[in-house]
């Protein structure tokens, strides 16, 4: 933990004399709102999970199945925020966090079904070693490929399965 703490303080510090080549702001992620249907179904699952772990005399089942629950029901809920991303002859900065050019290994430009353009960075610096950066609707995403192309190689990155499958659930 402490060398990623690290990777991303000095990511901050390389960034901080840079020329922007491009900014603009957009929302964190795209917000589906959450049918009544949706939370029946999410206290469903933890009322069948508590039971079941009552059943097998495992309560920290029971725990994790609620805070689970709640946790769904509260992201579902949850309204995104804006941010700002900056793109510049030194890398790309998306609301707090920076990614240097060192630091990315190659992009990729991916449209959802809903015609939502996403900017995919690759590198070690995220959880699943792919950064997803929102692309605003005024923006032209052949002008982002432009200018990054000049730093690093543009080559396909697929998304996780399971960030295919949280998107899908609206996550």
């Known amino acids: 933990m ?3 703490h690290d990777t991303l303080y000095q990511s901050l510090t390389l960034m901080q004399h840079e020329d922007i080549l491009l900014t603009y702001q ?18 469903a699952v933890t ?23 709640g946790l769904f029901a509260y992201f579902s809920q949850k309204k995104p925020g804006v941010i700002t991303i ?15 050019y060192e630091k990315i290994d190659h992009f ?25 950066v929102p692309i605003a609707p005024e923006v032209d995403p052949e002008e982002i490929a432009h200018i ?7 080559e396909e990155i ?8 949280l998107e899908r659930l609206g996550y």
């Not at 990054?148 to 543009?154: D, S, T």
Request: some cysteine.
């Open 26 to 43: 957009a929302e964190e992620f795209t917000y589906v709102e959450s049918p009544k249907e949706w939370f029946i179904g999410i206290g």
């Open 158 to 165: 697929k998304e996780s399965a399971i960030t295919i499958f």
């Open 86 to 100: 900056s793109i510049s002859d030194k890398g790309v900065r998306c609301g707090h966090e920076a990614f240097p």
């Open 47 to 69: 009322v069948a999970g508590v039971v079941l772990s009552l059943v097998l005399d495992n309560p920290l089942f029971a725990i994790i199945c609620v805070l689970v629950g």
């Open 108 to 132: 990729w430009m991916i449209t959802t079904n809903a015609g939502i353009h996403h900017l995919l960075l690759k590198t070690p610096l995220e959880f699943d070693g792919i950064a997803i």
């Open 2 to 4: 402490y060398k990623l």
């Open 148 to 154: 990054l192309a000049e730093y690093i190689p543009m």
